[in-house]
Structure formats: structure tokens, C-alpha cells
């Protein structure tokens, strides 16, 4: 015999279950800002790397497979400085800060954006300038203390040819632009920046032997960001730049992930 109270509650319960399945509530927009844009590259086993060896310094193996498992997983190994990355002040500098030690609040921060594709043109070794600074401050005003400040070449369109983007000469060494050590100086002893990113494989210019610009700015605590992406579509000013780097103990630098927040 039908208990019709248990049915009626079933086929209620049914009911409610049925409708709620189909109210998808959409994901509000947050207020803060209008758009956010990814300055990262795929990390992957085709990428550029410092070496230029023909084998990438990523690995990926399957470690779940869904049809033999019921998961998917992977176990990949990396340098810390591969891909789009972050140097943490102790990659050049004993006794600062590892990536897991800078302080969270550096890693949330007005971003500026130095548009130089124009000098590097014709010049693969060009140096960001004092000048290069003081053309985006008669433009946008004082770069804000606590900044990260990006240098945007435009050298990311060669990313996809290993042999473009490191651009070795008959010298055997690599052309490609970077910080001058007097605008490091000057961004950080006068601006108060946090951080310096590019869109090349290194702040100092390829050609460099002694990385000056990593050598005074790990000291001061200052962190880079290196093989940056998108440049072209982030604002030269007026955004804020969330870093956000593996949390790797003890490490001198790591993959990070790099989001424009566009007001």
C-alpha cells in the first residue's frame, strides 16, 4: 500500500531538487574593476630557456589517469627561473628575502607600464632610461610609491623561436634590452618601487656579465619579474598587478602568475 504522506514529501523533495539544478546563479561581476588581463606565458616544455639547450628544463609526466584512476594528475619538474617568473631578492643578495618570505603586501601593487618598443627597434641592447621614465611622468604624473614597474619592448612576439628570443651573435652572446643600472637607482632609491619586470629573459640586457641591475636591486629587496607577457594590452597606468609566485620554501625564484586588475 502507498504511503501517499512519504509520497507527496518525495515527490516534493524531487521537485525542489529538479529546480534548483536548473537556477544556475551567475558569477557576479566584481566592482572594483573592469577587466583583468594575464601577463603569463604557458608554462610548457617549448618555451625559451637561459641555456638555449635543445631539451627544456620542464618535464611533465602522468602521474592519474582518469580512465584508470578516476583523477588526472601530473608530476613536472622546472627551474625556479623558467617561463614567466619571479627573482626573488636572494636569487643575488645572501640573507634577503626567499620567494616565500616577500612580504604579501609588495605583491599587490600599483603597476606602471614603459612603453620603449620604439628605442629597442634599433637598438637590440637598449637600456631603459631615466629619460624613458620622466616621458611616462610627464604623461601620467609621479610613478606611486610602492610600484611595479614593467618595461614593455615588445621582444614577447619572438617568444615562440627559442633562437629569435635569446638572439645570439657571432659574439656568442645575447641581445636584448634591459634596466640600465642608473634607472634601477633611480626607481628605487627616488620611486620607492617593490618590483621591476620586463618582457625579456633578464632586467639586465642580454649582453651582461655581471647583472648590475640584479645585483643593486636584490640587495634593496626589490623583486623582478622576467619573460612577462601582453604588455601591449595593459594600461601604462592607473592598474593594480596581483603576483602571485609558487610559494616554494627556501626558493631563490619561481613560476609566477601575473594579473592586471583594470579600474
Known sequence: MINWKTFAIGCSLAL????????????????????VIDL?????????NWEGSEQSPF??????????????????TTQEHYGTHLDAPAHF?????????????????PLV??????????????EISVLDVADWESVHGQIPAGAVVMAYTGWDSR???????????????????????ETAKFLVKTRSVVGIGIDTMSVD????????????????SVYHLEN???LAIAPASGATIVVAPIKLEKGSGGPVRLLVLVK
Open 16 to 35: 525542489a531538487l529538479l529546480l534548483f539544478a536548473q537556477r544556475k546563479t551567475p558569477m557576479p561581476e566584481p566592482d572594483l574593476y573592469r577587466a
Open 40 to 48: 603569463t606565458h604557458n608554462l610548457n616544455d617549448h618555451s625559451p
Open 59 to 76: 618535464q611533465a609526466k602522468e602521474l592519474g589517469n582518469i580512465e584508470r584512476d578516476g583523477y588526472y594528475s601530473r608530476v613536472f
Open 93 to 109: 643578495a645572501r640573507g634577503t628575502w626567499t620567494v616565500d618570505q616577500i612580504p604579501p603586501e609588495r605583491l599587490v601593487r
Open 113 to 126: 607600464v614603459l612603453d620603449v618598443r620604439s628605442k629597442v627597434t634599433s637598438n637590440p641592447d637598449y
Open 159 to 181: 617568444w615562440n623561436s627559442q633562437k629569435d628570443y635569446r638572439n645570439v651573435a657571432t659574439d656568442h652572446l645575447a641581445h636584448f634590452p634591459g634596466f640600465s643600472v
Open 205 to 220: 640586457i642580454g649582453a651582461s656579465a655581471t647583472f648590475p641591475v640584479h645585483q643593486f636591486t636584490s640587495k634593496e
Open 228 to 230: 612577462v607577457a601582453n
